[in-house]
């Protein structure tokens, strides 16, 4: 099991991490829990770790993952060998005791028809992103932290054809895709006696391997101008999710990665060129536990004299 680890070190909230129905774990200093449960984030009451055991527990615990958490360095950001995120923060930068996040990974993802019969889809988004794949658009995916991008993401590269050959970049490997020609990449932080080797680093080494097909699990920063530049090659059908809380403004943060990239690009030639390249903007949101579609719009093109993106609706949504 991924989480022996761990589990030596927090005792107090053992039957937590173990619970198949809870998704994540959030120990806001001693005595304040919280879990995600089917979607929803509620309080534990009656769980308690003493602010001391919490401090050794994150020490100890990234030192068996191979990191280091002190007051020369208070924020932990690692994973467990399946996947599993374990974050945390150590005062005084974290006021009021040690911060806690555990994100356990998911094995397994819905499938598109499973996201329509679990009311994430329409049928109808549901073919329009199909025949998006299939006809080698490239799909920007938008929504706030655990709206579903990961999941519908997924769903999405399960209609790429298997004679493609598929590069998937992430940071964290998340994303599962079963295709006979696929190659993974996974970033890696810096670490004693070793270099960090970033995502943009992995996107250009990309180009050279022959993608028909790139994925990128999330877009943060610089790379996105190295997806420009790949987009603008010929690599076609890419995928990619960001951060953003509606579609309009995952146009303006994805210009922004690009502007992180240190290229002297005019800030119109950029939008211009991402009015060119991506042909589908996905937002999701979570509400009331659910995660769902909340627009879908086909990129037209940039109107430099009305600075502002041409846009329409892909499917009338409610």
Not at 128 to 147: K, M, P, Q, W, Y
Not at 187 to 207: K, M, N, S, Y
Not at 239 to 256: D, E, K, M, P, V
Not at 274 to 294: F, P, S, W
Request: with cysteine; charged share 25%; aromatic share 4%.
């Amino acid at each position: 099991m991924s989480f022996d680890v761990i589990l030596p070190f927090l005792r107090p909230i053992e039957s937590l991490i173990k619970d198949p129905g809870v998704s994540e774990i959030m120990v806001n200093g001693p005595a304040c829990v919280f879990v995600e449960r089917d979607g929803q984030v509620e309080p534990v009451p009656g769980v308690s770790i003493p602010e001391k055991s919490l401090q050794v527990a994150a020490r100890n615990i990234a030192r068996a993952l191979g990191d280091e958490i002190s007051e020369d360095k208070p924020l932990l950001d690692s994973r467990l060998p399946d996947g599993s995120r374990v974050a945390a923060v150590i005062p005084p930068c974290s006021v009021g005791g040690t911060t806690l996040t555990i994100r356990k990974f998911h094995s397994r993802f819905f499938t598109a028809e499973e996201l329509v019969r679990a009311g994430s889809l329409t049928p109808e988004l549901l073919n329009c992103f199909r025949d998006a794949v299939e006809h080698r658009r490239n799909i920007l995916i938008s929504g706030g932290t655990s709206s579903g991008k990961t999941t519908l993401l997924t769903a999405l590269a399960a209609f790429i054809s298997d004679l493609d050959r598929v590069v998937l970049i992430e940071d964290t490997s998340e994303v599962q895709i079963t295709k006979s020609n696929l190659v993974r990449f996974e970033a890696r932080r810096a670490q004693a006696g070793l270099p960090a080797v970033t995502i943009r680093d992995l996107l250009r080494a990309t180009l050279r391997h022959r993608p028909d097909r790139i994925i990128l699990g999330e877009v943060r920063g610089g790379e996105a101008f190295d997806l420009l530049q790949a987009l603008n090659t010929g690599h076609s059908g890419t995928l990619s999710t960001i951060h953003a809380n509606s579609a309009g403004q995952a146009l303006s943060r994805f210009t922004s990665c690009v502007l992180e990239s240190g290229v002297e690009l005019p800030y119109q030639a950029i939008r211009a060129n991402i009015g060119d390249t991506l042909h589908l903007l996905v937002h999701l949101e979570r509400r009331n536990g659910r995660r769902l579609v909340r627009e879908a719009l086909r990129l037209e093109r940039f109107d430099p004299e009305a600075d502002r993106y041409i846009t329409e609706p892909a499917i009338a949504l409610e």
